[in-house]
């Protein structure tokens, strides 16, 4: 059964919704692509999705090389709001991403696993 990106891709092989749900990045994240957590130091350290990269809003622009240009990208935040202009900026840097829907308060709801 194909995944959410192969099925994705099949109709436009550039494209990623501005936003996805919980599930849809889980979907994501299992075929390959790039969580980037954009909360600043101390949200970060009050607990973060294991598999993220902590990359804050405000260096987003300078840090964003440190993303690999072919895997798609999965920003995050407390509750959607700047990952909604993260992706947005990642998009227009290049880079194939979204924003999950909902941040880290949704992941949680969802039982996405959170560390510190």
């Given at each position: 059964?194909?995944?959410?990106l192969?099925?994705?891709?099949?109709?436009?092989?550039?494209?990623?919704?501005k936003?996805?749900?919980?599930?849809q990045a889980?979907?994501?994240?299992?075929?390959?692509?790039?969580?980037?957590?954009?909360?600043e130091?101390?949200?970060?350290?009050?607990?973060?999705?294991?598999?993220?990269?902590?990359?804050?809003?405000?260096?987003?622009?300078?840090?964003s090389?440190r993303?690999?240009?072919?895997?798609?990208?999965?920003v995050?935040?407390?509750?959607?709001?700047?990952?909604?202009?993260a992706?947005?900026?990642?998009?227009?840097?290049?880079?194939?991403?979204?924003?999950l829907?909902?941040?880290?308060?949704?992941?949680r709801?969802?039982?996405?696993?959170?560390?510190?």
């Open positions: 059964m194909p995944g959410f192969d099925r994705l891709l099949r109709r436009d092989p550039d494209a990623l919704p936003t996805v749900r919980v599930d889980l979907d994501l994240l299992e075929e390959g692509a790039v969580l980037v957590d954009v909360r130091k101390d949200e970060w350290r009050t607990g973060h999705a294991p598999q993220a990269r902590h990359i804050p809003l405000g260096r987003l622009q300078a840090e090389r993303l690999p240009q072919e895997a798609p990208v999965v995050m935040c407390a509750s959607g709001m700047r990952s909604r202009g992706a947005a900026q990642l998009r227009a840097a290049g880079y194939r991403a979204t924003s829907s909902g941040g880290l308060a949704a992941w709801t969802a039982g996405g696993r959170v560390t510190r």
